[in-house]
């Protein structure tokens, strides 16, 4: 099976930059995306590691160690907005697999004034 | 920007009852899902579907599930005889043929609520 695991909440200031970490146990593996959800809204992707090392977009950035089995979301100059849930997630490892996702349970970050 | 929708946003229903939710994916893609997220807990895959039937199910899509993709826009899901259990925020997401890491774009959501 897979497995997730992540922080359930971080908090943090404006302005500040936090760093969201995920390890994963999967019998196969194809990568690490991560998704932000508000309160009562759709998650939505923010970023996707295929390949060890950083992706960044933005504020945000990626990092994967796949011989860790470990990633993190990295959440710079941090705003109000940023206050969501946050999900890492993997693709569900079928021989026909069509992408289906298996997150984590989620980590709640609150931004401070 | 195209945008993955979904009806109702609030269903109430009493226990047994059968509920459709209602999707519209994206027009060019291809692959669609439904997830469910019950309260505080994390997103749960259900099913899969791709070419006009199922790819995958999850343990949680038993035989009161079922999809169906009744013309070329609507995707929807069903449950037959809705259980307490059954109550959580229901999320349709679509992804194209090639997408970084199989992104997919999810609706805002059902939230269903069995009473």
């Known amino acids: 099976g897979q497995s997730l695991e992540q922080p359930s909440e971080v908090t943090a200031v404006e302005g500040a930059i936090v760093q969201i970490n995920c390890t994963y146990q999967?019998?196969?593996?194809?990568?690490l995306s991560w998704y932000q959800q508000h309160d009562g809204g759709a998650p939505t992707f923010l970023s996707y590691n295929g390949l060890d090392g950083l992706e960044e977009t933005g504020r945000f950035s990626s990092f994967l160690s796949r011989s860790d089995s470990y990633g993190y979301l990295l959440l710079q100059e941090l705003q109000m907005k940023d206050s969501a849930s946050y999900f890492c997630a993997v693709r569900q490892n079928y021989g026909g697999s069509q992408g289906n996702l298996i997150f984590g349970k989620g980590t709640k970050l609150s931004v401070k004034p | 920007e195209p945008e993955v929708t979904q009806t109702p946003s609030h269903q109430v229903t009493q226990m047994g009852q059968e509920v459709i939710l209602r999707c519209v994916p994206i027009?060019?893609?291809?692959?669609f899902y439904w997830y469910r997220q019950i309260l505080g807990q994390k997103v749960e895959f259900l099913v899969s579907?791709?070419?006009?039937?199922?790819?995958?199910k999850s343990e949680i899509f038993d035989d009161q599930f079922s999809v169906e993709r009744p013309d070329g826009s609507n995707f929807t899901l069903k449950i037959r005889s809705t259980k307490l259990e059954d109550s959580a925020m229901y999320f349709c997401?679509?992804?194209?043929?090639?997408?970084?890491?199989?992104?997919?774009?999810f609706g805002p959501g059902t939230r269903l609520t069995v009473l």
């Open positions: 027009s060019n893609h291809l692959y």
């Open positions: 999967t019998s196969g593996f194809y990568g």
């Open positions: 997401a679509s992804r194209p043929r090639t997408s970084p890491g199989d992104t997919q774009y």
């Open positions: 579907f791709y070419n006009n039937e199922i790819s995958e």
